[in-house]
């Protein structure tokens, strides 16, 4: 079994913040890949389904973001999940909005969920990168990521779930680099100025 997380903070007020871009992702791939009924388990909103024949466990930690790890480590002792079988979708604004890394091991970057996560599995679980962009100012991150896409940003939004879905079979067999690659393929990320950027436009 793959354990398949998105990070987020859970409720309504939170739904389309650019942080809960893991979430989005994890809803995306639920749709496209007709996983069952949503319930809760392990603090977490979960799924269970498969992907091309490999069992899946969609998770979405109800624990708010910095508390990520303790639900997402919960799963993996259950079913005693080996820490390359972890991927992680979150939000990153180190990359331009709408570009698309992954990445095994390092740091949190300043991403709460990540640094969660770190502390309860160790470091080397895989993490796919949703970029949205920094607003420019230290000061003007936490309401960047706890604000809302713009009507703007949907068109490459809504084209970057749908290509984290449909690609995931590469990410499914270990094949990170080409899930990227296939990933940035579907949906070209846009070209924006700094300023364009720093403004969500």
């Known amino acids: 079994m793959i354990i398949i997380a998105g990070l987020g903070n859970p409720g309504a007020k939170y739904q389309n913040n650019r942080h809960n871009i893991g979430f989005m992702a994890i ?18 909103v979960i799924a269970e389904g498969e992907v ?5 466990l969609l998770m979405k930690p109800q624990t708010f973001m910095n508390q990520s790890g303790k639900a997402v480590g919960e799963a993996a002792r259950f079913y005693k999940i080996p820490v390359k079988d972890i991927i992680v979708f979150h939000d990153e604004i180190d990359l ?18 990540v640094r969660s996560l770190i502390s ?23 309401p960047h990521v706890l604000g809302d896409f713009h009507k703007v940003e949907q068109p490459w939004l ?14 499914i067999a270990g094949e ?9 393929r579907l949906a070209p990320a846009p070209k924006f100025s700094p300023r364009q950027q720093a403004r969500g436009e």
């Not at 809504?158 to 990410?171: G, I, N, T």
């Open 27 to 44: 809803d995306e791939i639920a749709r496209r890949w007709r996983f069952g009924t949503e319930r809760a388990k392990f603090q977490s």
């Open 52 to 56: 091309e024949g490999a069992k899946v």
């Open 96 to 113: 331009a909005p709408g570009r698309f890394r992954m990445k095994t091991g390092g740091g949190a970057a300043g991403q709460n969920g």
């Open 120 to 142: 309860h599995l160790g470091a080397d679980f895989r993490r796919a990168r949703m970029g949205i962009g920094h607003p420019g100012e230290a000061n003007l991150v936490m």
């Open 158 to 171: 809504e084209a970057l779930l749908r290509a984290c879905a449909d690609a995931l079979p590469f990410a």
């Open 176 to 184: 990170d680099e080409r899930y990227q690659g296939e990933v940035l």
